[in-house]
């Protein structure tokens, strides 16, 4: 019963915080639509998955909205915002893992990966690479297509190839 | 069915290398099927099971109260995972309520209402709508429901004295009656 | 009655199936060509048997047979008929059993080829399909039932199950829950047959593959023959990506066609291997090198499509955590495991049978920079694969911090989102990269090119790309981005332009041939190659319209009441009214009439439309959309506020360029069927100078 009053203290308090807070607004124009897709597009639906919450249908979505809505009329930036949401709904409402922890193997292990395969690559060519001078295969640069020359080696070659094969 | 010849040389300089470099290739994909494989089988636990130790944790309250295991132990835990914009949820609320008043007196049931990804202000009116009075807060970063792998609202787990999971409904209790039955067992002597 | 039948002769199949794979095994060891025939003609008779199953669901479906669980799951009395066919693929039950049916029908396909010269392949084709059918049919028959129906016991328990229970009676709903309305729109209507057959024909080169392997025919053979497969399999498989973009922009109002949601990427991800391997195997064809890259291409492509299979379960938009606590995630889990591992063993066995004397003369030949290409193609594989399942390993190794306290900070086991910042930051240099190949690789000769070369066959369309750089800054464009993305683009089409052009005076000075037929001719004789010019070209078109959208996209949403109006750029909407009404297919319409003008100008009228559907409480939005290849005008009703006749609100989306996103698949599609064109003609062989002594042999 004590805790009822409580919190119907808390209630009018909020309201008569709205109150206040609407009468000082009254100045500044109430954050559009515009503003409020802004940092929505950057968030995540927490309940949904991979759902930006700028296009989210539902209820839940709805009031998240609403809530950047009513951040951004209390003057909160962009980035104060998307850390509330973080901290109230979890590292999931943002559309990359906060470099901590394990995390930072989401950022690391595809250009190590890549790099890996670069030197693979790179060492292949080595042991595959003769020096230009031993090939004798020089296209003379003046004939134009060098299609035509080209298709006629390809024939030759798939030609020494089907011999080698039998 | 011709084998491409390959020089002597060459053959021999070949069976170096790729002895350790077949070794790594088949570690790699063997790491990955077991890790995948470890993924799936956590994955296919679904939420903590009955008869385990429940995730220890703390609520901070709308009031500003901090509940934690000191305040849970010796007690039977009712954790109800709820959200504003659950419409299910509605249908319990009252009877949650009206059990909480039945055993508050006794000292040794706590209820705990945990309001899953929801704003405060409409969380504040669902608490108000339905007159309340357990203690309710809200999960913040999702890390009790994700504790509990639970996997929407709303959800209802029991705690008994000792700290395992006695009971779990993963769906709105229909009755009183219900949720009293329970309860009553986990009272003991 | 028929779903006894379906279920009946789904049974069949599985025996002939298993009869098939036993017989070819025991036919290759044995050597005995009776049995390998028998094997064949097993592999044909399933796709009559497995037509018989498709067809019966199909009739459980069109004639509302709701006693049948998976006719009550994604049909209902108000749905149309042609929805209640494309049913079919629905639901799980339906799309597993609908790969089955296709994938019989492919490998039937290659049943009915000469196989005079490849008679050692036959039995292990027939194996490995075998193998891959008779999965999908034990999901089909033991996990995901197409046929299991309601039965009412006398207390009145409803269960399901194939036959009747002691007892019980069938029970009849009196009507279905109807398709997920998301899904009653014509691109997801074709998108999953589209990428199912491209995963399907996946599996043929595959099943060549481990022939290859497994007899030791370790030249290439099996890629001559699997060439056109590939190439359908490739385009069918793009068609597929294409069309689900195509309806993620026409039907779910977020204004974009790609989010890189998991299950897109799931489809994603064969099509990068694909790709890959469709430039690799040219190196085989006319090198002789990379044989084990290519096996090692296929086996990922094989098992990245079963993958791509389950996780995008056609119809319904699944999530990977989804899929992942579903009976199947385990089945699919072991067969992926082991055909890996199977096939991982083949290659190994035949690791240095394959290798082959390589020569890479320069950094700038064809074959390096095929190479680059694949590399670049696997890594953006690497981005992607990386993406979709750290999420699911982060939070799985949640236990090692649990367990260990010292590193509950490390693993949080916290669920993350990684979304498409990561993939769009990561993989946007390299698809720059691929651009860029897709331009300079074509002029690269074979077996030697050097940057002379090269240089000297590319300055022309490098100076006249340039032209098009300074024409982007005077027009005003500062987004630097975006102007080295349309330089690429004006540096591929004019490269491949000229390409063609060259070729085409060439023959026309050479043989006094106009220059049109020049070019037919020209096309006609070297398909593969101008064919794949064109697809390139189309690559290029496409990367138009995501430029367009993806840099200079802009947005704005704004309540306006009825006669009010709402301004983006030069475009403005004028609310006109607002209908709202109920169908008798179970959903609430909201439907606004806008006027559009454009720097004041009347252009046109949209329609954008909100459809509430009761039964599944589910919003559908479809925009209004205006396109024209300069630009697109998308507007969506949108229900922040409750939707009324005083007040609507909507959002605007400008997207430049889009068209050309579509058009371009048009070109890719010409292009495909130029390559992959059988030629009539025999191939004229000019030998110049006299054959070397074949002392290799």
């Known amino acids: ?166 | 069915m011709s084998e491409i010849p390959t020089s002597p040389t060459e053959l021999s300089s070949q069976k170096a290398s790729p002895q350790w470099g077949r070794i790594v290739a088949w570690v790699a994909i063997i790491a990955l099927l077991v890790v995948v494989a470890m993924v799936l089988l956590r994955k296919q636990q679904g939420p903590v099971a009955v008869g385990q130790k429940v995730p220890t944790f703390t609520l901070t309250t709308f009031d500003g109260q901090q509940i934690g295991p000191e305040q849970m132990a010796g007690k039977v835990v009712l954790l109800n995972f709820w959200a504003s914009w659950c419409k299910p949820c509605e249908q319990e609320a009252a009877d949650l309520e009206a059990v909480w008043r039945y055993y508050q007196p006794q000292e040794d049931v706590l209820f705990l209402g945990v309001a899953w990804t929801d704003t405060e202000k409409a969380s504040l009116g669902y608490i108000d709508k339905f007159d309340i009075t357990y203690p309710n807060g809200p999960d913040l970063g999702t890390t009790i429901s994700q504790a509990y792998r639970t996997t929407g609202v709303p959800e209802t787990y029991i705690i008994d004295k000792n700290g395992n999971l006695a009971y779990v409904k993963l769906s709105p209790f229909t009755s009183q009656a219900e949720i009293k039955a329970a309860i009553d067992p986990l009272l003991g002597p | ?697």
């Open chain 3, 1 to 697: 009655m028929v779903a006894n039948l379906g279920f009946g002769t789904l049974i069949i199949t599985f025996l002939v199936t298993i009869y098939g794979a036993i017989a070819a095994f025991i036919g290759a060891r044995r050597n005995s060509p009776a049995l390998v025939d028998s094997a064949r003609n097993a592999m044909l008779l399933t796709f009559p048997l497995l037509s018989i199953t498709a067809l019966s669901v199909i009739f459980l479906l069109v004639n509302g047979h709701f006693e049948v669980k998976y006719v009550a799951d994604v049909s209902s009395k108000s749905m149309p008929f042609y929805l209640r066919l494309t049913a079919l693929w629905g639901g799980q039950a339906g799309s597993l059993l609908f790969w089955s049916w296709l994938m019989s029908a492919f490998v039937s396909a290659v049943m009915l080829r000469k196989w005079d010269r490849d008679r050692e392949f036959l039995p292990w084709v027939i194996l490995v399909s075998m193998i891959t059918l008779a999965f999908f049919l034990i999901l089909s028959i033991f996990v995901e039932n197409p046929f299991v129906s309601f039965w009412q016991s006398p207390t009145g328990n409803i269960t399901v199950s194939m036959f009747q229970p002691a007892g019980s009676t069938l029970f009849f709903p009196p009507d279905g829950n109807g398709l997920n309305p998301l899904l009653r729109h014509p691109g997801m209507i074709i998108h999953p047959p589209m990428l199912y057959l491209g995963f399907v024909a996946f599996v043929i080169p595959y099943a060549f593959a481990m022939a290859a392997l497994i007899t030791g025919r370790t030249d290439d053979r099996w890629i001559r023959i699997t060439r056109r497969w590939t190439l359908v399999a490739w385009i069918f498989l793009s068609l597929g990506l294409v069309l689900g973009a195509w309806w993620a922009y026409d039907v779910l109002g977020w204004g974009g066609y790609w989010g890189w949601d998991p299950v897109e990427i799931a489809a994603f991800m064969p099509w990068l291997t694909g790709t890959a391997f469709l430039h690799s195997v040219m190196i085989q064809e006319k090198r002789g090198m990379l044989k084990q890259w290519n096996m090692v291409l296929i086996i990922l492509t094989y098992d990245l499509v079963i993958f791509g299979t389950f996780l995008t379960r056609s119809g319904v938009l699944s999530s990977v955590h989804a899929f992942a606590q579903s009976a199947i995630g385990p089945l699919f889990f072991g067969f992926i495991g082991l055909t890996f591992l199977a096939s991982f063993s083949l290659l190994s066995r035949r690791w240095n049978d394959l290798k082959s004397e390589v020569e890479i003369s320069s950094w700038f030949s064809r074959e390096a920079l095929f190479l680059l290409n694949n590399l670049l193609f696997m890594g953006i594989f690497i981005v992607c694969f990386w993406g979709v399942i750290f999420p699911i390993i982060s939070e799985a190794l949640g236990i090692v911090g649990q367990g260990v306290p010292g590193l509950a900070g490390i693993f949080t086991g916290q669920k993350v989102t990684v979304g498409p910042p990561y993939y769009e930051r990561a993989t946007a240099p390299l698809f720059a990269g691929l651009l860029l190949l897709m331009g300079v690789a074509p002029l690269s000769a074979w077996g030697s090119s050097t940057s002379k070369t090269l240089g000297r066959l590319v300055w022309k369309p490098f100076i006249a790309s340039l032209v098009v750089i300074v024409a982007l800054l005077l027009g005003g464009m500062r987004s630097w981005p975006a102007i080295l993305g349309f330089w690429l683009c004006s540096f591929v089409a004019f490269i491949t332009i000229y390409e063609f052009w060259r070729a085409a005076w060439a023959r026309h000075q050479g043989r006094g041939e106009n220059l049109l037929r020049a070019l037919w001719l020209l096309v006609g004789k070297n398909r593969r190659r101008y064919g794949g010019y064109i697809i390139h070209l189309g690559i290029v078109v496409m990367a138009l319209g995501i430029i367009g959208i993806e840099l200079f996209q802009t947005e704005t949403q704004g309540t306006i009441p009825q006669g009010g109006e709402l301004n983006l750029g030069k475009y403005t909407i004028r609310f006109d009214k607002l209908s709202v009404w109920d169908t008798n297919d179970g959903r609430n319409i909201a439907l606004a009439d806008v006027s559009v003008y454009k720097g004041g100008k009347f252009i046109g009228q949209l329609h954008p439309r909100r459809d509430y559907y009761y039964e599944s409480q589910q919003p559908m939005t479809i925009a209004g959309l205006r396109s024209t290849p300069e630009d697109d005008l998308y507007v969506l009703l949108v229900d922040w506020q409750p939707l009324s006749t005083s007040a609507a609100t909507f959002k605007i989306y400008h997207n430049p360029l889009v068209w050309w996103l579509w058009f371009g698949v048009g070109v890719l599609i010409f292009g495909t069927i130029v390559a992959a064109w059988p030629s009539t003609e025999r191939e004229k062989v000019v030998i110049t100078r006299s054959v070397p002594e074949t002392s290799k042999a």
């Open chain 1, 1 to 166: 019963m004590a805790l009822k009053r409580y919190l119907f203290a808390i209630v009018l308090a909020l309201l008569l915080g709205f109150l206040v807070a609407d009468a000082a607004s009254a100045q500044q124009p109430t954050p559009s639509d515009d503003q409020v897709n802004a940092i929505a597009k950057q968030l995540y639906c927490p309940v949904c998955e991979n759902i930006p919450l700028d296009v989210c249908p539902t209820t839940a979505c709805a009031q998240w909205r609403e809530l950047i809505r009513q951040k951004l009329t209390e003057g909160w930036n962009e980035q104060q915002i998307k850390d509330y949401f973080v901290q109230q709904y979890g590292a999931r409402v943002i559309g990359t893992p906060p470099p901590s922890g394990i995390n930072w193997l989401v950022y690391l292990v595809p250009p190590v990966a890549i790099l890996a395969g670069v030197y693979i690559l790179y060492r292949a060519f080595r042991s595959w690479k003769r020096p230009l001078a031993e090939v004798d295969i020089q296209p003379t640069s003046l004939e134009p297509p060098a299609e035509t020359d080209t298709a006629q080696d390809e024939y030759i070659r798939r030609m020494e190839e089907e011999v080698r094969k039998r």
